[in-house]
């Protein structure tokens, strides 16, 4: 959730850090902090709010120093204040940290009983105070984390750096992400390759468990027992990690406009060079060797599966479970053997997705995961992983990520409907087409932007605001709803159209604008009734549909929303962007922070 960074340079580190912050500020903007050594001596500033905040400051009171780490927080344990940021101290030693430490009140009592004083609310402060109390003793630097690692239970990636030592960092992950960059006389640490594509293309990823003592010259990674190893070095594309707005307003705006493009690029690496088959990566997937299907994820990506479910059954006639990944593995539920997992996460880091992937793990016929970071532990921990495709994406409200998501999973769902005997070669190749038609149909929907931006402006004076949909277009109801609400804060519920009788008709009013999606497809009229329904009681409807659509049932509808013809299987995709641009437009005219809004972060790694 939050984002750290090291860096042992050849220059002064401050601005390096703070450089770096900014690309890992998608992972937690409640506060952020830099610590350097400088003549021996360590140092640190911090602040509260957003990176610009921390800027400022240095600006004043400025860091000196060749080493350092930095932190940009989700706050946990403890509110959002300059006590409570990272980096935590404690006498010769400064820690950042990403993740939970599950027996900090534990450790927390011990050191009390020690006589060692707790300033913060925070479990980071634990590490800072155990490691100093490790070096009292006695302890070198290195062996006084090593052994303050080995004393912490839960999900961390750690940095720590010590007074007197400008060529030192010790770095630890368990469960958390954390990858090293080697330079040219400098090595860096970082959540994550974004951080670090400015200073270096070369990447190791540290493996779960591992600690690594890192000086500029030198990398020495041992697992968890203690015994050193060599993890690979890997060239990483720098394009995959450049990070800007290219004349957008907002990250997000930019990533909804991206969509025909990455769709596209996502086709592209899975259809055959004639476009009429789909190649999966080794060691590939046979359909036919499975009973069922149990998808699981969390928020956007949940979504992502609840439409794949419909795809999978209708047209592969595999039945299909999903779950949200935080109760899944609570649940402990039975597992067939001739099961396919398929987990679904953007980052390939969310904690609760990949405890649910290690619950499967051994039970499961095949763990499969659709990511997009090719690197990630939930892709590296899978039989089989596909990546969607879709780039960076920097806000944190999922976009581009999302329809790429969709893309992937419909592709799935085709070849196992062609493996099963459920769909002719014919039948396949001709929804294949109808998914190589998708790039065009989205630019198409993007035109809508400027009617969408003008229809957002009466909803920014909505307090409540409903979604509703039938079929597949239920998710993307569930969708839109939580598109808007994240980045508006205006309350949304998505519903499907038939249960709005069934006791949430009762918060229809005059008030409440009903958002309904409603292509023209073999559930039009079934949705058209449920609207009517909501018309009769005063609400305000606005209609998402095409123009057959339109023709027949936009009488009395307070606003129409005119969409491309799509075939009915793909419409998920092609309507997400009128979700997108709706929630996007509606957060602008309420001048909340699009990219970064309230409370979240784009990268979920603790539970």
């Known amino acids: 959730m939050c984002g750290i960074v090291g860096v042992l340079g050849n220059h002064e580190v401050a601005p390096i850090l703070v450089e770096a912050l900014k690309r890992l500020e998608y992972r937690g903007y409640d506060s952020a902090g830099i610590a350097t050594v400088s003549n021996g001596k360590l140092d640190r500033r911090r602040a509260v709010g957003k990176l610009v905040n921390l800027s400022d400051l240095l600006v004043h009171e400025p860091l000196a120093g060749k080493a350092g780490i930095g932190h940009t927080r989700w706050a946990t344990h403890g509110a959002p204040t300059v006590t409570n940021a990272h980096p935590h101290r404690a006498g010769p030693v400064a820690v950042v940290h990403n993740g939970i430490i ?88 970082g959540s994550d390759a974004i951080a670090l594509a400015p200073m270096t293309d070369q990447i190791t990823y540290l493996d779960e468990g591992d600690r690594a003592v890192i000086t500029r010259t030198s990398l020495a990674i041992f697992d968890a027992t203690g015994a050193q190893v060599q993890r690979e070095r890997r ?95 609570y649940r402990e539920p039975p597992v067939a053997p001739n099961t396919l997992a398929i987990f679904v996460s953007q980052s390939g880091e969310t904690a609760d997705t990949l405890a649910a992937l290690r619950y499967m793990a051994g039970k499961a016929a095949t763990i499969l995961s659709v990511v997009n970071v090719a690197e990630s532990s939930i892709a590296r921990e899978s039989d089989l992983a596909l990546p969607i495709r879709a780039g960076v994406e920097v806000g944190v409200a999922s976009t581009k990520a ?42 198409r929907a993007l035109d809508l932007d400027e009617w969408l931006n003008a229809v957002s402006n009466d909803l920014a004076e909505s307090r409540d605001v409903l979604f509703l949909g039938r079929g597949m277009m239920y998710p993307l109801a569930l969708e839109g709803a939580l598109k808007l609400k994240e980045i508006s804060y205006i309350h949304a519920e998505g519903y499907a159209s038939g249960e709005l009788k069934h006791g949430p008709i009762a918060l229809i009013d005059s008030h409440t604008p009903v958002i309904v999606f409603a292509p023209h497809d073999t559930l039009f009229d079934k949705t058209v009734s449920n609207m009517q329904e909501v018309m009769a009681r005063g609400g305000r409807v606005l209609l998402v549909s095409d123009r057959k659509g339109l023709a027949l049932a936009s009488d009395g509808v307070w606003q129409t929303v005119t969409m491309p013809e799509v075939p009915d299987l793909f419409a998920p995709i092609l309507y997400a962007i009128p979700a997108q641009l709706i929630a996007y437009h509606t957060a602008v005219a309420k001048g909340t922070d699009v990219d970064q809004p309230r409370n979240l972060a784009k990268s979920v790694t603790v539970e």
């Open 402 to 443: 999302f329809s790429c998501q969709l893309t992937v999973l419909a592709l799935l769902a085709l070849e196992a409907a062609l493996q099963r005997g459920e769909m002719t070669a014919d039948s396949h190749a001709v929804r294949l087409a109808e998914l190589r038609s998708l790039p065009g149909l989205l630019t």
């Open 102 to 189: 599950e027996n900090f009140r534990e450790l927390r009592e011990a050191l009390g009983a020690k006589g060692y004083d707790f300033v913060t609310q925070t479990d980071t402060e634990t590490v800072a105070l155990l490691c100093q109390s490790f070096m009292d003793a006695g302890k070198p630097p290195v062996e006084a984390a090593m052994a303050t690692i080995d004393a912490l239970d839960g999900a961390f990636a750690l940095c720590f750096l010590f007074d007197g030592q400008d060529d030192l960092l010790v770095a630890a992950r368990k469960g958390s992400p954390l990858a090293i960059g080697h330079g040219d006389g400098e090595m860096f640490v």
């Open 235 to 329: 060239t990483i594309a720098m394009d995959a990690a450049r990070i800007e707005k290219a004349g957008h307003k907002h990250f997000m705006a930019k990533e909804i406009a991206e969509q025909p493009t990455v769709i596209a690029e996502a086709l592209s690496y899975y259809l055959s060079a004639d476009g009429n088959g789909i190649v999966l990566p080794d060691p590939g997937l046979d359909f036919t060797a499975y009973d069922r299907i149990v998808m699981v994820a969390c928020g956007t990506a949940f979504y992502a599966c609840y439409t794949a479910k419909y795809w999978f059954e209708q047209v592969a006639r595999i039945p299909v479970e999903i779950d949200v990944a935080s109760e899944f593995r």
